[in-house]
């Protein structure tokens, strides 16, 4: 490594500089969601070329409270009228995730060779991190679950909006927030400090997602209660969406040629397996009248929480519907995973 970049700061200044300029890139050349993209891009590149990049450890956590605000603040009284509308498109995810088990667990074995705690939290569409944590802890191999499920939210990120705009015929235009010089300041302070406090009140209490799910209630809370009414300014999802196309590129930091030619690319293979299995789900949704397209595809779509809130968000869907299938799907994976991890753990000999 050069000398002038062994201090982590000179390291993320770089990261930044690099992410600054796909924006810019992005942006001048008219490109879809270019805050989020054009970091993504150049990070991504810059990592398969091994620069010294460096990740911006809270910041980037705390950027995604952001997103926890934005969809607490769309949760309303009319949405909570609408949960019963859900109960049957909902009732579709249990049966969603025992498919994905029952296909993605035979592929990684018997396809790609890993062994079984690695196929099983490789194939489960849970948060990264919770993935890595949970197959670790039951014998998985942490930097092959960790490069699988990077590799998962990147494919599914990039061919989204393909999808959207093409097939769907969505735009990615809608407005995501106001300019934070039209809203109250007094509401701007409360959605910060939702924001923070649901964030270190659920990493405090052990909640999973904490940084986004703890300001979602909190500010969920507040909006039922008719304190909030506004989503986060602009300003602010723009930031957010920087800091996860940033956290997506880094990811693949350091991977090697065998990394790519076999971790990878079972990655990749598996988010086209994925994608079968969530256009069925999706189709079924709209075919059966339980979802409009738009929502549907990405309630199904197993990409993360953060980057489909985004999705959501700039297509205008109904934000609602996208996120209580998101999360009844994570909550299921995480939930499910101790009870894995107890056939999956090698049992050690008796002495």
Same mark, same amino acid.
């Given at each position: 490594m050069r000398p002038q970049f062994q201090s982590p700061h000179a390291r993320r200044l770089l990261t930044f500089l690099l992410a600054a300029i796909g924006t810019a890139l992005f942006w001048l050349l008219s490109l879809p969601l270019p805050f989020l993209f054009g970091p993504m891009a150049l990070c991504l590149a810059a990592a398969l070329a091994h620069l010294p990049l460096k990740g911006f450890g809270q910041v980037s956590v705390a950027a995604r409270t952001i997103l926890g605000v934005a969809v607490g603040a769309s949760i309303t009284p009319e949405v909570i009228a609408e949960m019963p509308r859900m109960a049957l498109s909902?009732?579709?995810?249990?049966?969603?995730?025992?498919?994905?088990?029952?296909?993605?667990?035979?592929?990684?074995?018997?396809?790609?060779?890993?062994?079984? #705690?690695?196929?099983?939290?490789?194939?489960? #569409?849970?948060g990264l991190q919770?993935?890595?944590?949970?197959?670790t802890e039951a014998g998985?191999?942490?930097?092959?679950?960790?490069?699988?499920?990077?590799?998962?939210v990147l494919?599914?990120?990039?061919?989204?909006? !393909?999808?959207?705009?093409?097939?769907?015929?969505?735009?990615?235009?809608?407005?995501?927030?106001?300019?934070?010089?039209?809203? #109250?300041?007094?509401?701007?302070?409360?959605?910060?400090?939702?924001? $923070?406090?649901? $964030?270190?009140?659920?990493?405090?209490?052990?909640?999973?997602?904490?940084?986004?799910?703890?300001?979602?209630?909190?500010?969920?809370?507040?909006?039922?209660?008719?304190?909030?009414?506004?989503? #986060?300014?602009?300003?602010?999802?723009l930031a957010a969406q920087f800091f996860i196309g940033c956290g997506i590129g880094i990811h693949f930091l350091? !991977?090697?040629?065998?990394?790519?030619?076999?971790?990878?690319?079972?990655g990749i293979?598996?988010?086209?397996?994925?994608?079968?299995?969530?256009?069925?789900?999706?189709?079924?949704?709209t075919a059966l009248g339980l979802g409009q397209p738009v929502p549907a595809f990405l309630a199904f779509a197993p990409g993360g929480q953060a980057e489909m809130t985004v999705l959501a968000i700039v297509t205008g869907a109904?934000?609602?519907?996208?996120?209580?299938?998101?999360?009844?799907?994570?909550?299921?994976?995480?939930?499910?995973?101790? !009870?894995?991890?107890?056939?999956?753990?090698?049992?050690a000999p008796r002495s």
């Open positions: 909902v009732a579709l995810i249990p049966v969603f995730i025992a498919l994905i088990a029952l296909i993605g667990v035979p592929f990684f074995r018997k396809f790609w060779g890993f062994d079984a #705690p690695t196929a099983y939290y490789a194939a489960m #569409p849970g919770d993935m890595v944590i949970f197959g998985g191999n942490p930097r092959a679950l960790s490069l699988i499920h990077a590799t998962r494919m599914i990120v990039t061919l989204a909006p !393909v999808f959207l705009t093409q097939v769907y015929g969505a735009g990615l235009t809608n407005p995501i927030g106001a300019p934070a010089a039209t809203l #109250p300041l007094h509401e701007l302070a409360i959605m910060a400090a939702a924001a $923070w406090i649901g $964030w270190k009140g659920g990493e405090r209490i052990g909640l999973f997602g904490a940084s986004i799910l703890g300001p979602m209630i909190l500010t969920a809370a507040l909006s039922l209660a008719d304190v909030i009414h506004f989503r #986060p300014p602009a300003e602010a999802i350091g !991977v090697t040629r065998g990394e790519l030619t076999r971790v990878v690319a079972a293979a598996y988010v086209l397996v994925l994608a079968v299995l969530a256009a069925v789900f999706a189709g079924a949704v109904d934000l609602g519907f996208v996120i209580v299938h998101h999360l009844t799907r994570i909550v299921l994976v995480i939930v499910g995973a101790p !009870v894995a991890a107890r056939f999956l753990t090698p049992k």
